[in-house]
RNA sequence: GCGGACGUGGCGAAACUGGUAGACGCACGAGACUUAAAAUCUUGCGCCCUAAAGGCUUGCGGGUUCGAGUCCCGCCGUCCGCACCA
């Protein structure tokens, strides 16, 4: 009667095989049933996969089973981000090619990957480092330049003196490079843009359908594009001492235009620039600026510095009433036009500069109930709403009203032909920089002639291939100092000519990816429309929070612009997003500080309390918070290993069971040993269900009280398990998958003492346990297929459809509600399930159970919720 | 500083649109089987006071409601994002 335990080591593989020679997760791109895109963000082929890799694949791979279960075509790709500059490093540090460190690493990881038993299609594995792919991102590039998507111009970047590249806006964190973390300097250099901001707008308003989205990423992405509105006002100068007469700025306060006190210049503004000609201490203030730049003053919350230029600037309502001009280092160049107006009482920057340089403040915003007499600003800024005071004719406006009266009025107004005021929308974004001086990305597929300027490299020339034998041993870009590689002849003029050799941001790689999957073997184009137009968007796109403005927002420019140049026929790729939480552990310390690892840690439990010892010295060990697993903490646990003495299955079930997916789920020994004493759990049940009921069973006439509860308890779990899957609540489902299985011990347990199964019981243990093998089966694949072996299914469950619950069992007789007095449960009442509110409340007077608990008070009033509860008022 | 999310037993968590708080799992306690251990099975498990009955409980304080973990207001705490964006 025993059953065997079941054997990961043995059932895996063999199912995996199984499951390649059918070719089941094979896409065909002529399939004509509806199609079903998921897709998990591909991972950088670092050297070996991660438990957090294990988390994000196991999810999409419930996503991917599941559908593919209700009947859809499913489209489950895996590739590779394959550039980078860790591939750099390698070579510099290992003297191996970074081409043949990442092809290394993708094998390792590609066999890691597939031990998990996802369910991939393989025939579509991609790498961005190879030419088959990356001359179609040239192609788009020039494709892209051709629609004047693509600008080249100096630009003030972020140059890493570690890394010797240039950096986006976004790969800086708190004045430091992402990756290197070292201080980044301010350089000019001629780089090649995406034109993003010409999407800015679009980009904006398109958030607002994207409701599958996370509300927190779209949020993120809001802030980043950072729309404003607002008024840019010419400004008249007293006198034209630089050979300007006026200076341009941009507000979105025009309201407060009669609290201005003074006006602010970017330091790198032309006028600064012009003035700093002419006097040698504002020559130092700007160089001073510029040092304390990017770095120090996030850190420092730098204070508001400023240099009186001694212009003066006109009011615009007023020609009586002159503002001075000054140079402050809290203005930047880069956004509106690099100069404001200071209106001190409303802004508590311009506040604290002009409390610095005591030039005082107006107010002209009072909030509501607040006598303007009174109503006096020393350190705080009043920025909230209220009534416009001290204004003239804006005196008594409400501040909408005011913004609306400035606009008005300075838009009819003109000098020299032009109005004085424009109402601009403003953004915060800027154009993406794409240019790395780099050898490990894809080339920039340009040639830089001294006659005829950039040239595009020629369509038959493409792709524009990295040379193979390149040194690392000189600092900077060794596409620069190759002997040959960047002397070519000018496709136009046929002088000699040089290649550009800077190469593009690996973001550009990861925006375009989710398209080259629909037709990854296309050699003529980069996409076909056809298949891409019917695959993409993708359904649903699961990673981790970390790209929730770059890599997602690069990807939604990208395909705009992809449908620009007729690559592809929608706007926005990902049609549902989903952001899983981290993998933590535990952290270890021996008591000299250094990190241990869990290995290396014996637990010992004594009721509650824990302790650590070393296993091999048995020197106690520090037991600390729980943290992301990282290297440096040593709090990391290897897949490999989980797999090699568990199994892909519970590895697999234990990071979609404890935590909602969103939330970071904590790796403990005991978690994964309760997930693997489930897999023998099911199998034992299965197993002896098997036995018991031999592989066919007929479907009972009637079924007696104890079957029908089993197969209740079936059809709801199958019910809950859909609704949950759809809702991407893993741990729920495993939780209902618990609830059926425990049911199925009871049954099994109850007709343990039987001889023979009465075949109404036969028949609700075989359904329940053919249900609970599908339930499982896109979360524990292998498991699913031994166990459907076993119970004489035909062919494989992961072919299978998904069954359909019968609504007939969903339902109950009746119900029993809980009977509150006064909102508080007194007593319960078991009515019929379709028994009108009249007929509860006359039950619920009878009820001896409420009559004892109402102890002779009058009812006021009883409130009945039909199939949820009861309340008497009393 | 601005913006956002979250706060439920010893722990991870459930609770769909307000309707029996704590499903399910982990840990732990008791028991069975065993020479013993592992595995497995049975059983208990929010807190307080109990002989029983009861009372309290979703970070804290108010409010709306017949009824609040859920809605509203104000605090406290934790985490995340942005950070001089005019």
């Known amino acids: 009667m025993a059953v065997e335990r079941y054997n990961p080591k043995e059932s895996e593989p063999k199912w995996r095989q199984v499951w390649n020679e059918r070719k089941l997760f094979e896409t065909r791109n002529d399939d004509t049933r509806p199609s079903y895109y998921v897709l998990e963000m591909f991972p950088y082929p670092s050297g070996r996969i991660h438990m957090g890799h294990v988390r994000n694949y196991a999810m999409g791979d419930v996503v991917a089973r599941y559908k593919r279960a209700k009947g859809f ?14 591939a750099e490093n390698a070579a ?7 081409r043949e460190w990442t092809y290394a690493n993708i094998a390792t990881m590609r066999t890691q990957l597939q031990s998990m038993g996802l369910s991939l299609d393989w025939s579509r594995e991609l790498a961005t480092c190879d030419p088959s792919y990356y001359r179609h991102q040239q192609k788009m590039f020039l494709d892209f ?5 693509v600008d080249r111009k100096t630009a003030k970047v972020n140059w890493d003196p570690v890394d010797e590249t240039v950096l986006a806006n976004e790969q800086v964190i708190d004045g430091r490079g992402w990756r290197s973390g070292a201080l980044v300097e301010i350089r000019e250099l001629t780089q090649w843009f995406f034109k993003i901001t010409d999407y800015g707008q679009e980009l904006h308003d398109a958030l607002e359908g994207l409701t599958r989205w996370p509300e927190k990423v779209r949020l993120m992405q809001k802030n980043w594009i950072g729309r404003s509105e607002g008024l840019l006002i010419r400004f008249a100068l007293e006198s034209n001492t630089f050979g300007q007469s006026e200076l341009e700025i941009y507000t979105t306060r025009p309201d407060t235009l009669f609290g201005a006190k003074f006006m602010a210049i970017a330091p790198d503004h032309p006028l600064a620039k012009a003035a700093a000609a002419r ?11 510029k040092r304390t730049g990017t770095a120090q003053e996030a850190i420092d919350k730098a204070e508001k510095l400023g240099f009186d230029t001694g212009l003066r600037a006109v009011h ?35 506040l604290d500069f002009v409390n610095k340089y005591g030039l005082g403040n107006i107010p002209v915003v009072c909030p509501e109930g607040v006598d303007p007499e009174s109503f006096v600003i020393t350190d705080t800024a009043y920025v909230e709403d209220g009534r416009m005071i001290n204004s003239r004719f804006l005196d008594g406006m409400t501040i909408p009203e005011a913004k609306e009266e400035v606009a008005r009025r300075l838009e009819s107004e003109t000098r020299g032909n032009q109005p004085v005021g424009t109402r601009k929308v403003n953004f915060r974004l800027r154009d993406w920089g794409i240019s790395r001086q780099r050898y490990w990305g894809c080339p920039i ?5 001294a006659d005829c300027g950039t040239v595009p490299v020629p369509d038959a020339d493409l792709p524009v291939k990295l040379p193979d034998d390149v040194s690392f041993e000189k600092p900077g870009n060794p596409l620069d100092h190759h002997p040959s590689w960047k002397h070519v002849a000018c496709p136009n003029c046929g002088k000699p000519a040089r290649r550009e050799t800077d190469t593009m941001d690996t973001f550009v790689d ?35 929070v970390e790209h929730a403005i770059l890599h997602l927002l690069y990807s939604r420019f990208f395909t705009r612009a992809m449908k620009a140049t007729g690559h592809a026929g929608l706007d926005e790729p990902f049609a549902g997003l989903f952001t899983q939480g981290m993998v933590v552990h535990e952290t270890y310390r021996a008591e000299d500080g250094t990190w241990v690892e869990p290995g290396d840690v014996r637990i010992e439990a004594n009721g509650s309390e824990r302790r650590g010892f070393h296993v091999e010295t048995g020197a106690p060990i520090e037991i600390g918070s729980i943290e992301k697993m990282s290297k440096s903490k040593k709090n990391v646990v290897d897949p490999d290993d989980i797999i090699a003495s568990y199994g892909a299955d519970t590895a697999r079930w234990f990071m979609l069971s404890d935590s909602p997916p ?17 897999v023998q759990r099911l199998w034992r049940l299965i197993g002896e269900i098997a036995e018991r009921t031999g592989n066919s069973v007929g479907a009972a006439a009637e079924f007696g009280e104890a079957a029908l509860t089993l197969r209740k308890a079936s059809h709801r779990a199958l019910h809950a398990v859909g609704a949950d899957i759809e809702r991407l609540g893993f741990n729920r489902c495993v939780a209902h998958i618990y609830t059926l299985t425990n049911a199925i011990a009871k049954a099994l347990d109850g007709a343990a003492e039987e001889a023979a199964l009465s075949s109404d019981m036969a028949f609700a243990l075989h359904e329940a346990a053919t249900i609970v093998t599908q339930l499982v089966a896109p979360m524990m694949p292998h498991l699913a297929e031994e166990c459907w072996h076993a119970l004489g299914q035909p062919g494989l469950v992961g072919e299978a459809s998904w069954p359909v619950a019968d609504a007939e069992l969903l339902r109950d007789d009746s119900v029993t509600l809980p009977v509150q007095i006064n909102g508080k449960k007194r007593a319960e009442v078991t009515v019929p399930a379709d028994a009108d509110t009249v007929s509860v409340e006359a039950i619920v007077r009878s009820s001896q159970a409420v009559i004892k608990a109402l102890d002779d008070r009058p009812i006021r009033k009883i409130i009945v919720v039909p199939g949820r509860i009861v309340n008497v008022v009393v």
């Open 73 to 86: 075509s499913v489209l489950h790709p895996m590739g590779w981000d394959a550039f980078g500059l860790p």
């Open 92 to 98: 510099k540090a290992n003297k191996i090619h970074p």
């Open 145 to 149: 330049l051709k629609s004047g998507l």
């Open 279 to 289: 006097s040698p201490e504002l020559q130092a203030f700007i160089e001073e600026c």
């Open 316 to 350: 615009p309502f007023d020609p009586s009433w002159t503002l001075p001009v000054y140079v402050a280092n809290f203005i930047l160049m880069e956004y509106g036009t690099g100069a404001i107006f200071g209106c001190p009482a409303h802004d508590q920057r311009d």
């Open 445 to 449: 597929p340009i040639i830089h002639c």
């Open 510 to 544: 990861s925006s375009w990816y989710f398209a080259r999957f629909t037709d990854p073997w296309r050699t003529e184009s980069p996409t076909d429309r056809k298949v891409v137009d019917r695959f993409l968007p993708v359904d649903q796109y699961i990673g981790g």
């Open 662 to 678: 969103d939330r970071d789920v904590i790796w403990t020994d005991e978690g994964v040993q309760g997930a693997a004493r489930f």
